[in-house]
């Protein structure tokens, strides 16, 4: 039992640690440029993002999950990552090419295109330390990247404040900072695969076709995914009333990211769980179906309580911290978006169970369609909301995605309890109403909060010690 307990926290530290890096570190850099910067130039950062974020998903045809999955299934497919390393580098310095010629001619005088081409050498950069990352990761070696990455983004905000001391963090300087601490990334982690694992850089044609052949059947599907969390900003930038309301959108959204956070953390550790589990395809058997519900109560547990506590601290926290930027003029947006929350963990768990059991093309399926949805549903949406429009097609797009993926799990591989999610988010509703109209401060009504709905999950036997051992059991295979 002890050795059960330490593995379970050395994985949770370690992929914690990559979390806390990407996400809350990240984020923390992003609130003190989102904090200096005016709205405008912010919106542009967050544009100029996004952009360069969906090309290099277009550019990786796939792979990714692919790559993750073969390696952690296998102990000889270390010969997917790097075929997928050499992919990125090729692809991301013809986008680049692409990208430059764009901002010179079409987006000559469009600021933001200006400033593409730094923000996509920033994330091509980024894009080539995927496949060492997937790597490690699917080794269960996840802290050498974490270590990496809080290295990098402490020196994002270090060089962000020295810039700030200098009176010159600008929009094109943000974008020296992240193709600096890329490079950090990308050389330390070249330095470590090849020192101190059995990563190989031989790369081999006929197994790239294979990589190749076995990723396009989703492709699509990746496509339209990430077009779900970019499609949104990108849009907002050119329909929906200019940059300002990008960046206040933009925030929003980033919080909702940070609210996700447990979801990063558990995930890359289910997966390796499930890839073996599921091989087969088949569907699974009676006692390892009580396991996975056991964590998805857990998974449920959990993510009702993060929207309810953040919402609760959003406006007047905020409103303190930004003097009015951002708080309660984009409160809204983040309070549909954080609803997503809990949808995400479920869809998380439901999508990994779809992809360990091979089932490409259904979620290749529910993925165009959501996307489609989306798609149409912010044409119609944002041009006369703006980023409340936005988050609006964002939710339904999520409970529509989170829907077909159920139906998918129930189908073929477990049944899964709907109720469980409605319970949980029954008693959360409860103790937020309970609490909002409380006359004292936002700090008090969040530790009553989290004590009512811990209290009543317990009392209600939603939640149970059965539950956390269950989960620890699954967390061993």
């Known amino acids: 039992m002890v050795v059960l307990k330490k593995n379970i926290l050395k994985s949770f530290f370690s992929s914690g640690l990559q979390a806390i890096a990407v996400q809350v570190l990240g984020v923390a850099f992003i609130g003190v440029v989102a904090f200096v910067l005016p709205k405008d130039q912010f919106g542009v950062i967050s544009w100029a993002n996004a952009v ?16 993750t999955r073969r390696i952690a299934a296998s102990d000889r497919s270390g010969w997917a990552a790097a075929a997928f390393l050499v992919h990125n580098l090729v692809g991301s310095v013809l986008a680049l090419l692409v990208i430059v010629f764009l901002s010179k001619t079409v987006g000559a005088s469009d600021e933001a295109m200006q400033f593409l081409p730094l923000f996509f050498t920033a994330q091509a950069i980024l894009f080539l330390v995927t496949p060492l990352k997937q790597f490690l990761n699917a080794k269960h070696m996840f802290t050498p990247y974490g270590v990496v990455a809080v290295v990098s983004n402490v020196c994002k905000l270090l060089l962000a404040f020295v810039f700030i001391k200098q009176a010159q963090l600008s929009v094109a300087n943000v974008a020296y900072i992240l193709i600096g601490c890329s490079l950090i990334e990308l050389v330390a982690l070249l330095i470590y695969v090849s020192t101190k694992t059995s990563f190989s850089f031989k790369f081999r044609f006929s197994a790239y076709k294979k990589l190749l052949k076995e990723s396009m059947p989703q492709y699509m599907a990746v496509i339209f995914d990430s ?34 956070l447990p979801i990063v953390i558990v995930a890359p550790i289910i997966l390796n769980v499930f890839a073996p589990m599921l091989s087969s395809g088949n569907r699974l058997d009676t006692t390892k179906q009580h396991r996975v519900n056991e964590l998805y109560t857990i998974q449920m547990f959990l993510a009702m309580m993060i929207p309810l506590l953040l919402n609760i601290m959003w ?19 983040f309070l549909i978006l954080s609803i997503c929350v809990p949808l995400h963990f479920f869809m998380n768990l439901m999508w990994t169970l779809s992809f360990t059991a ?10 165009m369609l959501t996307a489609t949805i989306n798609l149409i549903l912010n044409l119609i949406l944002i041009p006369k909301y703006g980023g409340l429009g936005a988050a609006v097609a964002y939710l339904i797009t999520t409970v529509f995605q989170a829907c077909a993926y159920y139906i998918v799990v129930n189908k073929h591989i477990m049944t899964v309890a709907l109720s469980i999610i409605f319970k949980f988010m029954a008693i959360a509703t409860i103790v937020y109403v309970g609490v909002w109209f409380m006359p004292v401060h936002f700090v008090f009504k969040m530790i009553i909060a989290a004590a009512g709905y811990i209290l009543l999950t317990f009392v209600t036997g939603s939640i149970k010690q059965q539950h956390i051992l269950s989960v620890k059991q699954l967390l061993k295979k």
């Open 52 to 67: 360069a974020m969906f090309v290099t998903t277009v550019l990786s045809f796939g792979m990714e999950q692919v790559v």
């Open 227 to 260: 077009s779900l969390s970019r499609l949104d900003i990108i849009l907002l930038g050119i329909i929906g009333g200019g940059f300002v309301a990008t960046g206040e959108y933009t925030f929003a959204y980033r919080a909702y990211e940070i609210a996700r």
């Open 315 to 333: 406006s007047p926290l905020l409103d303190w911290v930004f003097d009015g930027k951002y708080g309660s003029v984009n409160s809204k947006e």
């Open 358 to 367: 091979k089932k490409y093309k259904m979620i290749a399926t529910v993925t």
